[in-house]
């Protein structure tokens, strides 16, 4: 049996930036043997896919793997470019028995917005109506009827923070495997339930309404699914059709999918009020309870500059915050800015600048900066994630420089690198353990990686276009009637079941 895997990612956010090819670059884009070779052993669906085919002797054909951090929608040209090398890699492989791909779910482009449609249904018309593929998604994925229409199963994350990538993968892949044996006959079904939460409580691994709901999703298998998803899709696309979804997969068992993808929808739309409660705390509150502490790392997060949310990681507001305080005790802080970051790089290490810095890409959410302090370091960085999410994915973060401002260490980078793990700070000589307070952007990955050295966390109420705020953004297109801009909304059975392919 032949099997073509692939791999493209990226989490598109409407508010922020375009995404380019570079920003594939930077992150990951394999082809060919090198998706083995780099994605075989990491923490990845991939690894999933390849560790099934191999217990089958079922033959892999690597197309790609192409993986972006959170931005913006992808340019229409980066579009048409990863995804003619895909189309491209499934023609030449001529034909195949099963195709399994990682997909986000939550890619949108310039002109696409449901761009992972548009990838499943090309794919679709490829290979024909008899080749079963089967897809794995984020949990955050916005899952469509143009989605679910082309794939024979589509298959979500069971955690957030993300630490089960390879298991995911694993369970797509057994899924091909008993089809191929004819041992399984897919029924997928999906509902969209119109509902948006803030992603900051996304989180499944403390108890509390996100951990329910993913414990009721996995429990369906107890009751005759072969595999269940709940798709809390991440907030900031301000596309048609955005909201949570619910997927089923039985084997052969029609009412049963139709029964447990119902219930799965009825326990999201319950959910949506705990789901919503949200606790942000003022900059500077944060900060004067940071500093009271006895001892430190107390981790802020800047989760409206959240750089795997999409944000650019350049704003001001926290930076502004702590310029106009008397600051006492050692705090970390980021900011993307690759022309400070050359600056300092000019300058030297051991020299005074006084500059501006970050605001860039904010539009009119916060607005550059001045700074002046001492080039404390200044060199190319990069670092392995330690985490058990994405563990040893290398992250560029580019020419970077850390700059002391009194006790403030401001760490520059040139790439809007992910903050998620304390080793983005010490790759630049910076120890979060024996700071006082910790910034970081993030919503959810760095409570993983965090959990064991933070003496407390508090989400920072800030503007920005990953803001938990979400009801306050400038969406236009979205469906309405959806919660939470609609509360009265009023959601129930009978629903609309959308069948698999
Ligand atoms: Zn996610």
Redesign the pocket.
């Known amino acids: 049996m032949k099997i073509a895997i692939a791999e493209l990612k990226q989490?598109s956010n409407t508010f922020a930036p375009l995404t380019l090819m570079e920003d594939f670059i930077n992150f990951h884009y394999y082809t060919g043997t090198e998706v083995i070779e780099k994605l075989g052993s990491a923490e990845s669906e991939i690894a999933g896919f390849l560790e099934i085919c191999s217990d089958n002797d079922f033959e892999v054909l690597p197309i790609m793997a192409a993986f972006a951090v959170s931005g913006g929608p992808l340019s229409s040209e980066t579009f048409q470019k990863l995804t003619y090398e895909l189309y491209q890699g499934i023609r030449d492989c001529g034909t195949v028995d099963g195709i399994l791909l990682a997909l986000h779910g939550a890619m949108i482009t310039e002109e696409i917005a449901d761009a992972d449609g548009e990838i499943l249904e090309k794919v679709r018309e490829i290979v024909g109506p008899d080749i079963p593929m089967m897809v794995t998604m984020?949990?955050?994925a916005n899952i469509t009827k143009r989605k679910v229409n082309n794939a024979n199963t589509i298959s979500g994350?069971h955690t957030?923070p993300?630490t089960d990538l390879v298991e995911t993968g694993r369970r797509a892949a057994r899924m091909l495997a008993l089809k191929l044996k004819g041992d399984l006959n897919p029924i997928m079904r999906f509902i969209k339930v119109p509902m948006v939460v803030p992603a900051s409580n996304q989180i499944d691994f403390k108890p509390g309404p996100y951990a329910e709901l993913i414990n009721k999703t996995k429990s369906l298998i107890d009751l005759g699914a072969v595999d269940a998803s709940a798709f809390t899709v991440?907030p900031w696309m301000d596309i048609p059709e955005l909201g949570f979804g619910a997927i089923v997969v039985t084997n052969g068992d029609k009412l049963l999918a139709n029964l447990l993808v119902s219930k799965l929808a009825q326990i999201m739309w319950e959910s949506r009020v705990n789901l919503s409660a949200i606790n942000l705390i003022e900059p500077e509150t944060a900060v004067a309870n940071g500093l009271s502490h006895d001892t430190g790392p107390v981790v802020l997060s800047d989760i409206a500059d959240g750089t795997m949310a999409g944000s650019p990681g350049d704003s001001t507001a926290v930076l502004k915050v702590l310029l106009g305080m008397k600051i006492s005790k050692t705090v970390l802080v980021s900011i993307c800015d690759p022309k400070v970051a050359e600056l300092a790089e000019k300058s030297g290490v051991g020299s005074k600048i006084k500059t501006l810095i970050g605001g860039i890409k904010g539009w009119n959410f916060y607005s550059p900066c001045e700074i002046e302090g001492e080039v404390l370091v200044s060199s190319e960085m990069k670092y392995r994630f330690t985490q058990k999410g994405y563990h040893g994915m290398e992250i560029k973060m580019g020419l970077c420089a850390v700059i002391a401002i009194g006790h403030i260490r401001l760490l520059v980078t040139s790439l809007a690198a992910s903050t998620t793990d304390p080793a983005f700070y010490r790759a630049a000589g910076l120890n979060p353990e024996k700071a006082q307070i910790v910034i970081i952007k993030s919503h959810a990955q760095f409570q993983d990686s965090y959990s064991n050295i933070a003496k407390s966390i508090y989400f920072l109420n800030t503007p920005g276009m990953s803001s938990d705020r979400i009801a306050e953004l400038p969406f236009t297109k979205i469906d309405r009637p959806t919660y939470p801009w609609d509360p009265g909304l009023v959601f129930g059975p009978p629903y609309q079941l959308v069948n698999g392919f």
């Open positions: 989490e984020d949990l955050h994350f957030c993300h991440q």
